[in-house]
């Protein structure tokens, strides 16, 4: 059987959909029981969504297999909008998404693997720098502040020798040369992210809040998912976009201005975001949505935090046991650091890990 994944070289983005055996975790983050002690004794789950995880998802299902090939996982990694939609209509048990469910998507009875009275919880389970890619003829370094990022996106940068981008990078042999931006297509969580940064670090030039969906009227080239986007930078001329680090292979990471500070799209400096974030108000007591603060004076800004959606009680118990025991491998130290090795990931911190680990004990 076949896992829907894509590993970070740029190559397995054009595989099909691949599904693997796999079966639960323990609390101590062996993949042989669940977080709560039990170990499944064979099933299969289903999930969907957002495809910057796929390098983890592949690496937390192969960890499965080899524990317990009891349970086959399948995981497809068709974007961050259709794994919501696959979860909230049943044709999943759980979705990843890089972003949580809204105030208005979420509500008790709105989930068809989920009992009538019981909401969906939003676990974080993959954090990530989203990098700003580029492949400009003759340049090997890129430093971009916020405005200048936003002001190349919207389309009002359109020439990579613009006064604003020579002004940051005075060595570069910048050329004469037009800029061809690349945006995700579809329903994107990475999008999401993206605008998000922007639209907090550079609000005088990004005047669109933060969407899933790319706007329309700033033009550039539109490709669907992660693994079209690093190749239309790699395949085209002059190009920029961006895309989870994992996925971005050999191109150009542009550093971003932070302060007085030029910060590379590290593990470590995104992962300061997440501790530095508030969950959202209003929600239920294990339920861990962000509010993410991507103007800290440390971290790297274009963070993406890749939450597993769950049921907080399902309609079939062997549901329950089934997501509870490999999301609660995936949430555990040993697996955050096989998705760190797999994926270059930052790992939850022990406190994020240890809110995860009770929300998914929450799980019915």
């Known amino acids: 059987m076949k896992i829907s994944s894509f590993g970070a070289p740029v190559a397995l983005f054009a595989a099909a959909a691949l599904t693997l055996s796999a079966c639960a975790a323990n609390e101590t983050g062996n993949p042989g029981t669940g977080t709560s002690g039990s170990a499944a004794a064979g099933g299969t789950l289903a999930g969907k969504g957002a495809s910057s995880m796929s390098a983890a998802q592949q690496k937390w299902i192969a960890d499965y297999q080899s524990a317990h090939p009891g349970v086959t996982i399948n995981y497809s990694p068709d974007g961050s909008g259709a794994g919501r939609e696959a979860f909230t209509s049943g044709a999943v048990q759980y979705a990843g998404s890089d972003r949580p469910f809204k105030d208005e998507e979420m509500g008790a009875g709105k989930f068809a693997k989920c009992t009538a009275?019981?909401?969906a919880l939003n676990l974080p389970v993959y954090v990530s720098p989203?990098?700003?890619?580029?492949?400009?003829e003759g340049v090997d370094s890129l430093k971009l502040d916020a405005d200048t990022v936003a002001g190349i996106f919207a389309g009002a940068i359109t020439k990579w020798n613009d006064p604003k981008i020579v002004a940051t990078n005075p060595d570069a042999k910048l050329p004469d040369a037009n800029i061809t931006a690349v945006h995700r297509?579809?329903?994107s969580g990475t999008t999401n992210n993206f605008t998000d940064y922007l639209a907090q670090a550079a609000p005088t030039v990004w005047t669109q809040p933060a969407a899933d969906t790319f706007p329309a009227a700033f033009g550039g080239e539109a490709a669907k998912g992660t693994s079209a986007v690093v190749d239309a930078v790699t395949t085209g001329t002059?190009?920029?976009?961006y895309a989870d680090a994992s996925a971005a292979g050999k191109l150009g990471h542009a550093e971003l201005k932070v302060?007085?500070?030029?910060l590379k799209p590290t593990a470590e400096a995104a992962a300061k975001i997440v501790d530095e974030s508030a969950v959202l108000p209003g929600r239920g007591e294990h339920d861990l949505a962000l509010k993410l603060n991507r103007l800290s004076k440390d971290a790297y800004p274009a963070v993406l935090v890749s939450y597993a959606l769950v049921c907080q009680t399902y309609k079939d118990a062997k549901d329950a046991e089934l997501v509870k025991g490999f999301i609660g491998y995936a949430a555990s130290t040993e697996?955050?650091?096989?998705a760190q090795t797999a994926a270059g990931s930052a790992p939850l911190s022990e406190a994020m890990a240890a809110k995860v680990k009770a929300s998914i004990d929450s799980i019915k």
Do not use: P
């Not at 002059?238 to 976009?241: A, F, S, V």
């Not at 302060?259 to 030029?262: E, L, T």
């Open 259 to 262: 302060g007085d500070a030029w």
């Open 335 to 338: 697996g955050q650091k096989a």
């Open 130 to 136: 989203i990098a700003v890619i580029f492949n400009v």
């Open 117 to 119: 009275e019981s909401n």
């Open 238 to 241: 002059n190009t920029i976009g």
């Open 185 to 187: 297509s579809d329903d």
